[in-house]
């Protein structure tokens, strides 16, 4: 697999570089998203962890696969700034159990 950056840019003000990226992975399955991640941190130079992929699309038949990823200045502002689902996605969180709502538990102890 193959991963070359599109485009780059830096936002100061969330300590974070925006990158648009395609993944080539022609003759090959769809790659994971730990798999880009460990790719984009290798051609970008900064350890994996401060990488977090927002969204990939794959393109039917094509072999290549283009998305959208955050590279932060460290880890505790990824975890400030990112919603919990996309933490998840990238192994960098736990899935928060669900909340059950008080009309739920009212009709429950009738």
């Known amino acids: 697999m193959k991963v070359d950056i599109v485009s780059k840019n830096e936002n100061k003000n969330l300590a974070r570089v925006e990158v648009n ?16 991640r460990t790719a984009l941190a290798a051609a970008l130079g900064v350890p994996k962890e401060r990488v977090v992929i927002d969204e990939m699309a794959s393109k039917y038949g094509m072999g290549s696969t283009d998305g959208y990823a955050k590279v932060y200045d460290d880890v505790e502002t990824a975890k400030k700034y990112e919603k919990n689902y996309i933490l998840v996605r990238n192994g960098m969180a736990e899935k928060k159990p669900k909340r059950v709502k008080a009309s739920v538990v009212k009709k429950s102890k009738r």
């Open 21 to 36: 990226f395609k993944a080539d992975h022609d003759g090959e399955t769809t790659p994971s998203r730990d798999a880009v």
